[in-house]
């Protein structure tokens, strides 16, 4: 009975059945070299290159789902979460196989790192990655604020949801800088590494100037580091994708 009550328990915490919040880990860490591709070779529309990615991402998929989806009876969201992630990549793939555009696989497949993102923080599983997904919305809303805008078009509305975002997207990107980003759990070469790090630098900077423009009260300043605070971002993100099956 004292055996069985210890068992309830531990499936009330959310502990996983027969691995431990390491071993996870590094299986997510190798799911997301395949989808973190998938999901930047699908926004470029091409349509050859995507086919492979998705062929990729189902096959680790379809692995990763098979050793955990029962793994974590305690948590009533987690095959839930499971079931949602597999319907976003069966979509995806009937997308690039189909004559739609390849674009709207991408979209398919957007909100995948959010529900992973969510399944481990009910978990307690600490994720490098999940700081930038979390940056990634109010860094969206900036960006699309300014986009494509000129002085001229940029009204004070735009300014407004800027300078009403900014604080959030300054806060989560402190959250960035502050986590473990160490290379051996996220599978980085030394290279890849050291790239990350100057990119997180590189980001701070931008933020910093955008707040610089915003205080200024320079339309133009403003337009430009808006929108220049996302190609930072993507080349981090996008270090943690393997890209070699799509290279030469």
């Known amino acids: ?18 691995f431990s919040k390491s071993e996870l880990r590094q299986d997510m860490v190798k ?13 470029q529309d091409k349509a050859a290159e995507s086919r492979k990615a998705m062929e990729i991402l189902t096959g680790s998929w379809k692995g990763f789902k098979g050793r955990y989806y029962d793994a974590n009876p305690g ?27 390849v674009t709207d696989a991408h979209e398919a497949l957007e909100d995948m790192r ?25 860094m969206e809303a900036i960006v699309l604020a300014a986009k494509d805008k000129t ?16 604080p959030e997207a300054e806060r989560l990107w402190t959250r960035v800088m502050t986590g473990n980003l160490d290379g051996a759990t996220y599978q980085l070469e030394a290279s890849q590494l ?21 205080a200024a009260g320079d339309k133009p300043g403003v337009i430009k580091a808006a929108v220049g605070i996302k190609p930072n971002f993507a080349a981090l993100f996008m270090t943690f994708g393997d890209f070699t099956p799509f290279k030469g």
């Open 75 to 101: 948590d009533a969201q987690w095959r839930k979460d499971f079931d949602a992630a597999d319907h976003m990549i069966a979509e995806a793939g009937r997308i690039v196989a189909s004559e739609r555009k």
């Open 114 to 138: 959010m529900v992973m993102m969510k399944l481990r923080a009910r978990n307690d599983i600490e994720y490098f990655v999940d700081r930038l997904t979390a940056f990634h919305e109010p």
């Open 194 to 214: 050291e790239r990350a790090r100057k990119l997180i630098q590189t980001e701070q900077q931008a933020l910093a100037a955008l707040k610089a423009a915003l």
């Open 151 to 166: 002085p001229e078009t940029f009204t004070d509305a735009d300014i407004q949801r800027i300078r009403k975002t900014l």
């Open 31 to 43: 799911l997301d070299k395949a989808y973190i591709a998938a999901l930047a070779v699908t926004s």
């Open 1 to 18: 009975m004292k055996r069985l009550s210890v068992l309830l328990l531990a499936l009330g915490a959310g502990l996983l059945m027969g």
